[in-house]
């Protein structure tokens, strides 16, 4: 074995000839390459115990033989490249994770395999537990495996290939996966799976990645009983490919979900419109110039998105508060000559919106084509409005036989 100095005076491992593994003190920690079962620690019931504060520095396939890993408080996995550093377990049983750890876990450029589960990672008892991944590849492994219970889950730059199952359970702070291929195999699993007793305490995000679902194989399944906070389950600029069932539970009728950017599935939106047609029902004017709701059976567009309708009244169903565009355009019959004015009604103010009340005179006929108002609210779920409106010349009724109102966010 050689054994050199840096000019800094930093001590660098380098192995022997025979490649067995040695160790050189680096500040506190200890650095092995491993080549060969033979250079990782004795197995122990099948399991080989990697020591608190080493760093494992995997060279070529790496055959465990049956046996798994358990790894002790901020072990280190690195690898050259996940295209050159591989970690497998011939004979290892089903259900029996290849890795399991109950302490912060950095990973490196390694590439888990041909096993039926890769993971057991469990922060119940030693948090908190981060788990911080980049270029970690799992290749024909049917169940990914589990994490119950991390402060962080952050993997990038790595791959699913042929793989799927990776379940999401206790309480996590922050899962993300970013800049990754997650690509399964067609199994009757999901890609991720986020059970019902998940508990996510700041967010679960995926960006700027891609997903291939086909067969039998579904994408992001989170579980609608899950706990998220509102607008914190994030699709940024994702990929769906496959022709799968991309987003099984939560989706973009979710006030959980804010998706953007995305291609094959809904991004999230917030609109609203309600229209009538022909309408032949007169709004009441018992008293001259004051306001009452437009009378008529209003219609509900189909690609209304988190918004409810009921007979002129679009209520709002967004948790996080946005701000709005509010248009209407309309045509009214009433006296010749009447001067009418309407106005936008919002449950937050219990009034009319000053900014939206706007006059239209009629003509001899007392017709009125094509009038125009808006206005901008700011509003969150449980906010409701509605058109209203006020003959100022005189107590009659005023028919409003069409109109189109949109609300859209700003």
Not at 270 to 289: E, K, L
Not at 324 to 336: M, P, R, V
Request: net charge negative; hydrophobic share 40%; glycine share 8%.
């Amino acid at each position: 074995m050689i054994g050199v100095d840096a000019s800094d005076g930093t001590d660098i491992f380098v192995a022997d000839d025979a490649g067995s593994a040695s160790t050189k003190t680096m500040g506190l920690e200890k650095y092995l390459f491993i080549r060969s079962l033979n250079d990782l620690p004795d197995p122990v019931g099948s399991v080989i115990t990697l020591l608190p504060d080493f760093t494992y520095y995997f060279v070529g396939v790496i055959d465990l033989l049956g046996n798994r890993l358990v790894c002790g408080l901020n072990t280190c996995i690195l690898g050259p490249s996940s295209e050159n550093a591989f970690i497998t377990s011939t004979g290892l049983g089903v259900g029996v994770a290849l890795l399991t750890t109950e302490w912060t876990l950095p990973i490196r450029h390694v590439t888990f395999m041909d096993v039926d589960t890769a993971l057991d990672i469990n922060g119940v008892t030693n948090a908190p537990l981060a788990v911080d991944w980049t270029g970690v590849n799992f290749l024909n492994v049917p169940n990914v495996g589990t994490i119950d219970t991390c402060d962080n889950f952050i993997f990038t730059k790595g791959a699913f290939l042929d793989a799927e199952n990776l379940r999401l359970t206790g309480t996590i702070g922050t899962f993300s996966i970013a800049d990754s291929l997650l690509r399964g195999s067609g199994a009757s699993n999901s890609l991720i799976v986020g059970e019902s007793g998940l508990v996510i305490t700041r967010r679960i995000r995926f960006i700027y990645s891609s997903l291939i679902a086909f067969g039998s194989t579904s994408g992001i399944n989170i579980d609608a009983s899950a706990t998220v906070p509102d607008e914190s389950f994030i699709l940024d600029t994702i990929n769906f490919s496959g022709g799968g069932n991309y987003l099984p539970g939560i989706d973009n009728t979710s006030n959980k979900s804010l998706f953007s950017n995305c291609i094959g599935v809904v991004n999230t939106a917030v609109n609203g419109q309600m229209y009538m047609i022909n309408n032949a029902t007169a709004t009441t004017v018992s008293v001259a110039d004051t306001f009452y709701k437009v009378a008529g059976t209003t219609s509900a567009s189909v690609d209304n998105s988190k918004y409810d309708h009921a007979s002129n009244r679009l209520t709002n169903r967004a948790a996080v508060e946005r701000k709005y565009l509010i248009t209407c355009q309309l045509s009214f019959n009433a006296g010749a000559n009447n001067v009418c004015e309407f106005g936008f009604y919002d449950s937050k103010l219990s009034a009319i919106r000053a900014p939206s009340r706007t006059k239209g005179t009629a003509n001899t006929a007392g017709r009125l084509e094509n009038m125009t108002l808006a206005c901008v609210v700011q509003h969150s779920d449980g906010d409701y409005l509605e058109l209203h409106a006020a003959n100022t010349s005189s107590a009659v009724n005023i028919t409003v036989d069409s109109m189109n109102m949109l609300v859209v966010e700003l």
